[in-house]
């Protein structure tokens, strides 16, 4: 019975825990990785600080699942990014939104062609 146990534990575990606050992630580390001159560095170091100001501002609004998926991307490899990070999330976030208006970004209903815009002509007209 006892056997059971470890594998009751590790299930209940989530393996990458939800916070509340964005993740800290090693800019320099990710920026060093991409080689270069000192001017890519600096300018990945930029890029990265800038992603991570706007995820600070905009965090509470993703979902816990997309934060849990987007981070387990965002860090694939042992590196971690945090532009890569904000677009995955924000992808995520726009999915969620056209998914859950079904008359699409426009709201004029559906997307597809009228049966006459395509060329079709029923048979009866």
């Not at 019975?1 to 534990?9: A, K, Q, S, Y």
Request: net charge negative.
């Amino acid at each position: 019975m006892m056997l059971h146990l470890p594998i009751v534990i590790l299930a209940s575990l989530s393996p990458i825990p939800v916070s509340d606050a964005v993740p800290r992630l090693d800019i320099a580390k990710e920026c060093r990785f991409e080689g270069g001159t000192t001017a890519i560095f600096d300018r990945c170091s930029r890029d990265e600080a800038t992603a991570l100001q706007q995820l600070e501002a905009e965090w509470p609004q993703f979902a816990g699942a997309d934060r849990n998926a987007c981070f387990t991307e965002a860090t694939v490899g042992g590196l971690g990014s945090y532009v890569d990070l904000l677009i995955c999330l924000e992808m995520a976030r726009d999915v969620r939104k056209e998914k859950s208006n079904p008359r699409g970004p426009l709201g004029v209903g559906s997307t597809r062609p009228a049966r006459s815009e395509m060329g079709v002509v029923d048979k009866d007209e």
